[in-house]
Each structure stands twice: as structure tokens, then as C-alpha cells.
């Protein structure tokens, strides 16, 4: 009896060290992985706090060399980058609630077996993810309606991602249906069902599919490069843009010259720094639901 239970025991080692090994080969890709992205970050980081000399020999790497915060605080002074952040919280905002009702309530309606016309309807919804009408036709709707160099504009033609609508939409159907039989029994609603037991359940899914409308508001310039002709109502990514390729920093560097030319650098990447830091800052608080989203529906037990 000893003897077998040795040898069984030697059995689970050698599963346990096959386990270990391959572990270690996991954290390895995945730290190269996080280096690999890491580096760029890093990088544009340390050539904004960097000074001058450091910048012109080009021998900044991922660390800053003779810290200095003078292209933060001309950016801090610039007006129209606090007017085009405060346009991109007001879109964002906007934009995510407006895609998470929308979202949330077509996803519940057409998760519903009972539902006349829902294989109709989602197909309708689908065919909108392959088959747009394009740049053209689009302008001239939101023209149409009046939306042009307005807010309006950069949120409401793409309230809806068909994308995010079938993540969640997958997520309601797997909900057991005993859950919802039971309160329609106590006498409860449709919409006392959705409101006190489905989204209650639901946070994981809507904390993702918010973070996905969050990032796609907070990033986008092409909207507004399109709708806004308005110089104060541009978006952070378009003001951002404009610094990358515009004139705005240009006409800087001409007055000053070469030195000029080395600011005109770290101000860009000071710049990308502040269009990028609020979704560093917000991403940690949501990354466990975050997580528990993207693995919803993934195993079926």
C-alpha cells in the first residue's frame, strides 16, 4: 500500500513539474509581450521630460535624461487643449451612455425566444455590420438633419456598435431563463426583470461593453474631422492631430529655430502623453470586469 501510494505520488509531481514549465514559458512570452508594448510608452514618455541637449543628440531611450517639465507646462498653458478635452469628456460621456441604453435595451429585447420577428430583426442589425452606406451618403443624413459642427454629430451616427450589441446580446441569452420565470410569476414586468434582476447580473458585460464605446469616443478624430468646422469645438485627438501635422507647433519651431524644433518634439509627445493618460488612469478600475466580460459565454457548463 505504501508503495503505490509513492508511486502515485510521484506521478502528480511529474504533472505538477510539467505544469511549472510550462507556466514559466507563459510569463516569459507574456513579459516580452508587455515589454514589446510597454517600450513605445515608455519611450514617448521620457523624450517629454527630457531637456534640451538630451533630445538633440537623440540618446533618450525609455528613461528620461535631465527631467524637465517645460513642454507639459506650455501644454498646461494652451487653452485650446483644455476646450478640446472638455469637448472629448462631453462626447465620451455622452456618446457611452447614450451607446449603453441603446445597446442594453436592443440586446435584451431580441435575446428574448418569445419575440415575434427576432431572427428578422437581428439579421437587419447584423447586415449593418458587414454593409455600410458609406462616407458620402452619411454626410449628407447628418446634414440633413442638422447635426453638422454641432456634438451631436461625433456621438448619435454611430450610437449603436453592432458589435458590442451582439457581445451583450449573447450574454442575456445565456442567463438562465428559470431566473426570469420565477419573478414573471411573482407578477414581475418585463421591465422589472430587466431592471432588478438582469442588469443587476449584468455588470461584468455592461462595465466592458461601456470601457469599448468609452475608448472608441475618447480616440476617435475622424468624426470630427469630418463634422466640426468649428476651431473650439475640436476633439483632444483632433486638436492632438493638428499638433502631429498641423501648424500650430510649426509656426513655433520657425521663430525659434533649432531649439525651437527640439521643443516642437517634446510638446508632441507631451501632448500624446495628456491625450492618453485619462484612459491609462481609468482603465485599472475596470480591468476585472473587464476580464470576467471577455470570458462571458466563452464556457458553457
Keep these: 500500500m505504501t508503495l503505490g501510494k509513492r508511486n502515485k505520488s510521484n506521478d502528480y509531481s ?7 514549465l510550462l507556466d514559466v514559458f507563459i510569463y516569459i512570452f507574456i513579459g516580452l509581450a508587455a515589454i514589446i508594448c510597454l517600450y513605445p510608452i515608455l519611450n514617448v514618455l521620457a523624450i517629454s521630460l527630457s531637456g534640451y541637449q538630451e533630445v538633440l543628440s ?24 483644455w476646450q478640446a478635452m472638455w469637448t472629448t469628456i462631453s462626447v465620451t460621456i455622452y456618446g457611452t451612455g447614450t451607446g449603453l441604453v441603446l445597446t442594453t435595451v436592443a440586446a435584451y429585447v431580441l435575446s428574448r425566444n418569445n419575440l415575434p420577428g427576432r431572427k428578422y430583426f437581428s439579421a437587419i442589425i447584423l447586415f449593418t ?12 443624413v447628418v446634414k440633413g438633419l442638422g447635426l453638422v459642427d454641432t456634438l451631436g454629430a461625433l456621438f448619435i451616427p454611430q450610437a449603436v456598435s453592432v458589435f458590442n450589441f451582439v457581445i ?6 445565456e442567463l438562465p431563463e428559470s431566473l426570469e420565470e ?4 411573482d407578477g414581475a414586468t418585463e421591465l422589472q426583470v430587466l431592471f432588478k434582476i438582469v442588469l443587476p447580473l449584468s455588470v461584468p458585460i455592461i462595465a466592458t461593453v461601456g470601457l469599448f464605446y468609452a475608448v472608441q469616443y475618447w480616440n476617435d478624430y475622424f468624426q470630427s474631422l469630418i463634422y466640426i468646422t ?6 483632444l485627438q483632433l486638436r492632438l492631430r493638428s499638433f502631429l501635422f498641423g501648424q500650430e507647433l510649426d509656426a ?4 525659434s529655430g533649432d531649439r525651437g524644433q527640439i521643443m516642437t518634439q517634446s510638446l508632441k509627445m507631451a501632448s500624446i502623453m495628456f491625450a492618453t493618460f485619462p484612459i491609462l488612469v481609468v482603465y485599472p478600475w475596470l480591468q476585472k470586469y473587464f476580464v470576467k466580460g471577455m470570458m462571458l459565454g466563452s464556457v458553457k457548463g
Excluded at 511529474?14 to 511549472?20: D, I, L, M, P, R
Excluded at 468649428?230 to 476633439?235: L, P, W
Design 14 to 20: 511529474g504533472v505538477k513539474e510539467s505544469f511549472t
Design 58 to 81: 537623440n540618446s533618450v531611450t525609455w528613461y528620461p535624461k535631465n527631467i524637465s517639465f517645460a513642454a507639459y507646462k506650455d501644454i498646461f498653458r494652451r487653452k485650446q487643449i
Design 129 to 140: 455590420m458587414y454593409f455600410s452606406g458609406g462616407i458620402i451618403p452619411t454626410f449628407v
Design 168 to 173: 451583450m446580446r449573447t450574454f442575456f441569452r
Design 182 to 185: 420565477s419573478a414573471q410569476i
Design 230 to 235: 468649428t476651431d473650439s469645438k475640436y476633439t
Design 252 to 255: 513655433q519651431a520657425q521663430v
